[in-house]
């Protein structure tokens, strides 16, 4: 894996990519793996205060909310996103009550009225819609081969693999093999 600073994504939306690549599909590496683990994953990202233990089905729903992130960013890359995908969302932010404050800076954001696991995932919706209409989201991205999420900084926005050491040079190499297998 490349190094994390050249994937990180700025600001708050950087939780967000770390969030999503709680999961490794080209490891098949879940670091979720219990509610106790999404407990002190969200308490070590600030998402969550309360010392409460998380149940069963909010670690599932912490998991649909991350599946349906990755669909979305997916789909910002290439494809349209699963309808699936947005109800789950639409449902996560539902929810959590998403609501919008006003701050005496002149600022306004989306907050979430309810606490636990329901407002930490309401809080990273609230990332992912700042980040859509500030314009950082489309530049989030999963990569073709092992959709590993990352922020995607070249000038033209052409980076299309989590790291060319990696998944960018086995699918060159594929892509040789086809190519000679095509011309004999
Ligand atoms: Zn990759």
Request: proline fraction near 4%; aromatic fraction near 6%; hydrophobic fraction near 35%.
């Amino acid at each position: 894996m490349e190094a994390v600073d050249r994937q990180a994504a700025p600001g708050r939306l950087e939780l967000v990519r770390e969030f999503v690549n709680t999961y490794d599909a080209g490891t098949l590496q879940e670091e979720l793996d219990s509610p106790e683990q999404l407990r002190l994953w969200l308490i070590g990202h600030g998402l969550l205060a309360d010392e409460r233990p998380v149940s069963g089905p909010e670690l599932e729903r912490a998991l649909s909310a991350r599946e349906a992130l990755r669909d979305l960013i997916l789909a910002s890359n290439r494809r349209m996103p699963g309808s699936d995908a947005l109800e789950t969302l639409n449902r996560l932010g539902k929810e959590a009550s998403l609501t919008v404050r006003f701050e005496q800076d002149g600022s306004s954001e989306l907050e979430p009225a309810v606490p636990g696991v329901n407002g930490a995932i309401g809080r990273m919706l609230a990332i992912v819609y700042a980040s859509m209409v500030d314009g950082t989201w489309s530049r989030l991205k999963a990569c073709e081969a092992c959709e590993w999420a990352y922020y995607d900084r070249s000038k033209n926005r052409s980076r299309t693999w989590c790291s060319m050491d990696t998944c960018g040079s086995r699918n060159k190499a594929r892509a040789y093999r086809r190519r000679r297998r095509t011309h004999g």
